[in-house]
């Protein structure tokens, strides 16, 4: 089943390291952002057990969301084959999707404020079809421009034959 998602005959790039605390602070900020305010609303209205029901979600959200971050980490790949790239990724519901270097009709590198804090980058490609648009997420600054450069060569390249 794993040839299925990941080709074996091709070797496979990895995120960058970085990639991994950059969950882990998404992660974080969205725990604060959501149980903060729910201990605010049950201090002040003495619904304790409202707040206590908001927390216990927030913290079933966020808990396997922190102890995943690995798992995604090591679940996402990316490789340029000869007429297409492939990307792969996902714990529970994996995807692979592969990207025609002919129907590539923008790349574009783009890095957040937390991104740059840790100095990564994504690279986002835009096809012909909205539906097979796709991200790579994790790229030092770097790899996202090698990639960008290379991509775009690619799909000049095999756009002329069009």
Do not use: C
């Not at 100095?119 to 990639?147: F, M, Q, W």
């Amino acid at each position: 089943m794993d040839d299925l998602f990941a080709p074996p005959q091709y070797e496979w790039k990895r995120l960058a390291p970085p990639y991994r605390t950059l969950r882990r602070l998404t992660t974080g900020i969205a725990a604060v952002v959501f149980l903060v305010p729910a201990v605010i609303f049950g201090v002040l209205t003495q619904l304790w057990w409202v707040s206590a029901i908001v927390i216990a979600i927030g913290l079933a959200i966020t808990v396997p969301r922190w102890l995943l971050v690995e798992r995604h980490y090591r679940s996402w790949g990316y490789v340029e084959r000869e007429d297409d790239l492939y990307i792969t990724h996902g714990v529970m519901f994996r995807t692979l999707v592969a990207v025609p270097y002919g129907r590539m009709q923008l790349v574009e590198v783009e890095s957040g404020p937390l991104e740059r804090a840790l100095g990564l980058a994504h690279v986002t490609l835009v096809t012909a079809s909205a539906s097979t648009n796709a991200t790579i997420p994790g790229l030092v600054p770097d790899e996202a421009a090698r990639l960008r450069d290379s991509l775009t060569q690619l799909g000049e390249a095999h756009a002329s034959g069009l």
